[in-house]
């Protein structure tokens, strides 16, 4: 893992849209995967920022890690509206190039299983952005997740469901379900850049970059995988070991790429 320590947020969003471009630029139909919540919002204001200086996006296709199990479509916390709101419009992606796993659907394995053949068809996904849950979950692929899984229905752990409560009017309104792509989809993907910013990351970011690979930290997974770049704030990266001497050690090349803050 590439891992990258920054206070400047902005300058590790570059590092993500300089991935992102690059995958844009050498890839005829570019396939990203795209993640909600707060983390990735920087990378994406940086990419908006682009897109409103002229950036041309809209040869991309997009799909989303997950969705809640049975929210109303138009509900402003459903993943197929805030990717709508937060990815799809600024970016200027086309609408009908943008997918959501299908959280309504009458038959939700059926709909997991288009899910993953929507993206084989569409070539696979190119980079995968990524958050990471207090917990060590990705997508939502909660501690005991398979690292083989694919799309399924799970349920949302107390702790995500608490971390999340903060989008909806009390934690009774969270889901219990969700649709999300699984570890071996999301180990599939070409590149992953993940963000995390927050003290309350830190361990779970310890253990994804330095932990043994378990089910009991699903983002451990990602050790399995030759290209991943992790962006991170002081706090997050406050429980890192390993990654700390180095940067010591080793303090212009290859730590302090991004620590101008
Ligand atoms: C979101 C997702 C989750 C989040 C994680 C962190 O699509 O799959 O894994 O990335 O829960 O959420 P934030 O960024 O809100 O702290």
């Given amino acids: 893992m590439k891992v990258y320590i920054s206070n400047n947020t902005e300058a590790l969003a570059v590092i993500a849209a300089e991935a992102i471009a690059s995958v844009i630029e050498r890839t005829p139909k570019p396939v990203l995967g795209v993640a909600t919540g707060s983390s990735p919002l920087p990378i994406y204001r940086e990419l908006s920022r682009r897109v409103g200086d002229g950036y041309e996006m809209s040869s991309a296709t997009a799909f989303a890690l997950d969705e809640y199990v049975g929210i109303p ?33 009458a038959d939700l394995s059926q709909a997991c299983a288009d899910y993953e053949k929507a993206i084989t068809e569409a070539g696979g996904i190119d980079l995968q952005i990524l958050g990471i849950g207090s917990d060590g979950h990705i997508g939502f692929n909660e501690p005991s997740s398979s690292l083989a899984s694919r799309t399924r229905a799970v349920a949302l752990m107390e702790e995500t469901r608490n971390d999340n409560a903060r989008f909806f009017d009390g934690l009774d309104q969270v889901p219990m379900r969700c649709l999300t792509q ?38 451990s997974a990602l050790q399995l995988h030759p290209e991943v770049i992790v962006l991170l704030d002081e706090d997050a990266a406050a429980g890192l070991r390993f990654t700390a001497y180095y940067r010591s050690s080793y303090p212009v090349e290859r730590w302090a790429t991004a620590s101008s803050g």
Avoid at 77 to 82: A, D, E, K, R
Avoid at 193 to 204: E, F, I
Wanted: aromatic share 2%; net charge neutral.
């Fill in 73 to 105: 479509t138009d509900h402003p916390q459903s993943y197929l509206q805030v990717i709508r709101r937060e990815v799809q419009i600024p970016l200027g992606l086309k609408a009908d190039r943008v997918f959501v796993p299908d959280g309504r659907a």
């Fill in 182 to 219: 699984g570890i071996g989809t999301i180990l599939e993907a070409g590149e992953i850049v993940l963000m995390a910013q927050g003290a309350s990351k830190a361990k779970a970011v310890a253990s994804m970059v330095e932990g043994p690979i378990s089910a009991s930290c699903p983002a």
